[in-house]
């Protein structure tokens, strides 16, 4: 009976540490071919941080366990606001009166609203897919006209917040962390669903619950780890942009993709409750967003008491 669950948290250290790998390996091959710094934060250190959500979705997908794939991305997102900023508030506060992170937020919450209104069709089709990527598209072309507006003073700026630049790296290590990470992610992937699916079965716990909860706390371990780290070095728009960028990554392109791979039915339950917790946690965001609140330990235990609340009602 201990078998899956060590399985399963070998799938999650798998994860982790290829995910991390992929990041190192795609910023400095990025930086070594001249790519500005800004775009590698806004993109592919994006896309490393989410790849285990989005190996996850496929793996589930493919398997069969389709809910398990929403529930990750639901059950990340939740976890992203209430637990990946209310601990480090509580070791240190954040100060996000200082960052203007408005229309990277206004974004998040379009994309929010865009996925529970795709939802309400009962399944996410490819054609939901194809809409959610060609919005994700719109945002990173935007991000991307304005990284070159700002390029010049902003470049060396975005260098030093990224822990993994190198721009010395040689191309062989490089190629050793693209390497791991690109194997690491599908035998990750492919032994947290696996035995996630098989716990849930042991236990009669619904594949919703076990993404909702164990899989969605595992794969928002690098944002949290990142988030505290940015939070220890006062550097609050790091760790609140962190949050925002994987969230709206995380709608748009996760379950866009997978969507590619078959269709995912969305069940009851996060129709009546999972979706509207998930929109509730991003709302939370508003007065530190737009009415420069500090998010302080105080608000920190708020934000991590709330997220304890929704786990026991979700088990």
């Not at 379009?110 to 994700?136: K, N």
């Not at 220890?232 to 709608?251: C, E, H, K, P, Y």
């Not at 500090?294 to 708020?302: A, P, Q």
């Amino acid at each position: 009976m201990m078998m899956p669950w060590l399985l399963s948290g070998l799938g999650l250290l798998i994860l982790l540490l290829a995910g991390d790998a992929l990041v190192r390996g795609a910023v400095n091959l990025s930086l070594r071919l001249g790519v500005p710094a800004l775009i590698v934060s806004l993109t592919i250190v994006a896309f490393g941080t989410s790849a285990p959500e989005l190996l996850i979705a496929i793996q589930a997908v493919s398997d069969n366990v389709p809910s398990i794939a929403l529930g990750n991305v639901v059950g990340s997102n939740t976890a992203n606001i209430l637990m990946v900023l209310g601990i480090p508030a509580i070791l240190s506060g954040l100060h996000t009166s200082e960052c203007d992170t408005r229309k990277s937020y206004v974004y998040m919450l379009g994309a929010t609203v865009l996925f529970i209104a795709l939802a309400f069709f009962g399944v996410f089709t490819i054609w939901s897919g194809l809409i959610m990527l060609a919005v994700l598209a719109v945002v990173l072309a935007g991000n991307f006209r304005e990284a070159r507006a700002h390029r010049r003073c902003a470049c060396d700026a975005d260098l030093q917040d990224i822990d993994e630049a190198d721009p010395n790296m040689p191309y062989w290590r490089i190629g050793v962390y693209l390497a791991l990470g690109l194997i690491g992610l599908p035998l990750g992937a492919d032994l947290l669903v696996d035995n996630g699916t098989e716990i849930a079965r042991t236990y009669h716990v619904s594949e919703r619950v076990i993404g909702l909860t164990l899989i969605a706390i595992g794969t928002s371990l690098p944002e949290l780890a990142t988030t505290v780290m940015a939070a220890l070095r006062r550097q609050a728009d790091v760790a609140l942009g962190n949050v925002i960028g994987s969230n709206m990554f995380n709608l748009l392109a996760i379950i866009g993709i997978a969507t590619f791979v078959g269709p995912i039915p969305v069940k009851p339950t996060f129709l009546t409750f999972d979706l509207w917790v998930m929109l509730g946690a991003s709302l939370l965001l508003v007065p530190f967003v737009f009415f420069k609140q500090d998010i302080t330990r105080k608000w920190g235990f708020v934000l991590t008491g709330l997220y304890l609340a929704y786990m026991v009602v979700v088990l």
